[in-house]
T-cell receptor, first 112, second 115 residues
Framework: GQNIDQPTEMTATEGAIVQINCTYQTSGFNGLFWYQQHAGEAPTFLSYNVLDGLEEKGRFSSFLSRSKGYSYLLLKELQMKDSASYLCAVRDQERSNYQLIWGAGTKLIIKP | DVKVTQSSRYLVKRTGEKVFLECVQDMDHENMFWYRQDPGLGLRLIYFSYDVKMKEKGDIPEGYSVSREKKERFSLILESASTNQTSMYLC??????????????FGPGTRLLVL
C-alpha cells in the first residue's frame, strides 16, 4: 500500500539542530517534498528531492534515500520562528496525474 | 510571488445547507486542488483540476463537487453539509504536473464548522 510516517511531535532548543524523519512506502516514487506550516496558516514549500543525497538550502537541508524509502529534514541554528508543523509529501507516478501522498506532519516545538 | 486566495477564513453553516468555497490564483497555473486537513491525518485530496472544465476525483470526493469555469478560479461545493465535513479546507495550485518540481502553492485555508 501507500503510506507515509512521520513523528507526531518533537521538541528542540533554540540554537540547536533537529532532524525530522519521514519514511514512505509507494509503488511509483517520483519525488519527495517538505513543507512548513505555521499554526493557522497555509503550508509553504521548503524542499524537493528526487535523487539520493543531501540538498542544502541555508539553515535547512533535506536528505533522501530511495532504496530505504527514507528522508529527513535537518534544521540548524534553530530559531523560535521555526516552531511549526513540517509536512512530508511523496509524489507517486502510479496515482492519477502523479498525485501527492501526504504525511500527517511533525509538530516542532522550539524552547528557549 | 504566487498568490492563492480563498473566499473565507472562517465559516459556520448548518447541517443540510449548501456551501460554496471559492479559490482564486493569480499565476496562470493549470492545476488546482482542494484538500481537507484534519488533526492527526495528512492532507487528503478531495478533487483536482488540470484545466478549465476538467476535474478528477481525489481520495475523498464523496459529498463534494467542484467547478472550474475559469482558469484562475476553482470552487468546492458541499451540496448538503454534514457535521463530518467540519474541517480545514485548503486550496492549492501548481504550474505543471509533468514538471520535475511541481510545487503546490496553498491558500490560507477556510475553517468550516457545520452545526
Amino acid at each position: 500500500g501507500q503510506n507515509i510516517d512521520q513523528p507526531t511531535e518533537m521538541t528542540a532548543t533554540e540554537g540547536a539542530i533537529v532532524q525530522i524523519n519521514c519514511t514512505y512506502q509507494t509503488s511509483g516514487f517520483n519525488g519527495l517534498f517538505w513543507y512548513q506550516q505555521h499554526a493557522g496558516e497555509a503550508p509553504t514549500f521548503l524542499s524537493y528531492n528526487v535523487l539520493d543525497g543531501l540538498e542544502e538550502k541555508g539553515r535547512f537541508s533535506s536528505f533522501l534515500s530511495r532504496s530505504k524509502g527514507y528522508s529527513y529534514l535537518l534544521l540548524k541554528e534553530l530559531q523560535m520562528k521555526d516552531s511549526a508543523s513540517y509536512l512530508c509529501a511523496v509524489r507517486d507516478q502510479e496515482r492519477s496525474n502523479y498525485q501527492l501522498i501526504w504525511g500527517a506532519g511533525t509538530k516542532l516545538i522550539i524552547k528557549p | 510571488d504566487v498568490k492563492v486566495t480563498q473566499s473565507s477564513r472562517y465559516l459556520v453553516k448548518r447541517t443540510g445547507e449548501k456551501v460554496f468555497l471559492e479559490c482564486v490564483q493569480d499565476m496562470d497555473h493549470e492545476n488546482m486542488f482542494w484538500y481537507r486537513q484534519d488533526p492527526g491525518l495528512g492532507l487528503r485530496l478531495i478533487y483536482f483540476s488540470y484545466d478549465v472544465k476538467m476535474k478528477e476525483k481525489g481520495d475523498i470526493p464523496e459529498g463534494y463537487s467542484v467547478s472550474r469555469e475559469k482558469k484562475e478560479r476553482f470552487s468546492l461545493i458541499l451540496e448538503s453539509a454534514s457535521t463530518n465535513q467540519t474541517s480545514m479546507y485548503l486550496c492549492a495550485s501548481s504550474l505543471n504536473l509533468a514538471g520535475a518540481q511541481e510545487t503546490q502553492y496553498f491558500g490560507p485555508g477556510t475553517r468550516l464548522l457545520v452545526l
